[in-house]
T-cell receptor
Framework: NAGVTQTPKFQVLKTGQSMTLQCAQDMNHEYMSWYRQDPGMGLRLIHYSVGAGITDQGEVPNGYNVSRSTTEDFPLRLLSAAPSQTSVYFC?????????????FGPGTRLTVT | AQKVTQAQTEISVVEKEDVTLDCVYETRDTTYYLFWYKQPPSGELVFLIRRNSFDEQNEISGRYSWNFQKSTSSFNFTITASQVVDSAVYFCARPNNDMRFGAGTRLTVKP
């Protein structure tokens, strides 16, 4: 199993550009989520999905969109990048939500918005 | 929101010292889980332990031990005889659909 994969690893955007961060898992996990990590703030949940076709907002959803058309993929879209979105983004998945199962994290995407 | 608080931002110890990382959580649930993760300088997140609220027994795994106390809403993590390789940021987390992480504690172990 490849586990949770994320692409790209690094990205630089100009303010106002849009892009999609890709996340895929091959473990048949129902639950997938996106976090951003900023210095001194831990990981904050952006959006999550409890299954294909179902998404919901987390703690910091503004400026981001998600969709879940398949169990495997959970892309994160930045609609109009802003410098405040400079961060490291992690995708995670688990068999189900709620803590009964470990969450597996991808390697992260480091995004810089200039 | 059900917060997770890690009050210690940074801790520095000398190798072989014992160190305890604190975690205090809020919850309205009667059944819940708590996690600890390690993030070494390479940046990946490494799962360390999962505990559920029914089990308040302390857990020991090698040099690592965890003390879970529902009465004080705490889930503290102790490293015994610390090593340089333990240097990392450690996160406590409260899993749910809307998962919450603490801000993390950066541990530096000096030789």
């Amino acid at each position: 199993n490849a586990g949770v994969t994320q692409t790209p690893k690094f990205q630089v955007l100009k303010t106002g550009q849009s892009m999609t961060l890709q996340c895929a898992q091959d473990m048949n996990h129902e639950y997938m989520s996106w976090y951003r990590q900023d210095p001194g703030m831990g990981l904050r949940l952006i959006h999550y999905s409890v299954g294909a076709g179902i998404t919901d907002q987390g703690e910091v959803p503004n400026g981001y969109n998600v969709s879940r058309s398949t169990t495997e993929d959970f892309p994160l879209r930045l609609l109009s990048a802003a410098p405040s979105q400079t961060s490291v983004y992690f995708c995670a998945s688990s068999y189900i939500a709620g803590g009964d199962h470990e969450q597996y994290f991808g390697p992260g995407t480091r995004l810089t918005v200039t | 929101a059900q917060k997770v608080t890690q009050a210690q931002t940074e801790i520095s110890v000398v190798e072989k010292e014992d160190v305890t990382l604190d975690c205090v959580y809020e919850t309205r649930d009667t059944t819940y889980y708590l996690f600890w993760y390690k993030q070494p300088p390479s940046g990946e997140l490494v799962f360390l332990i999962r505990r559920n609220s029914f089990d308040e027994q302390n857990e020991i795994s090698g040099r690592y031990s965890w003390n879970f106390q529902k009465s004080t809403s705490s889930f503290n993590f102790t490293i015994t005889a610390s090593q340089v390789v333990d240097s990392a940021v450690y996160f406590c987390a409260r899993p749910n659909n809307d998962m919450r992480f603490g801000a993390g504690t950066r541990l530096t172990v000096k030789p």
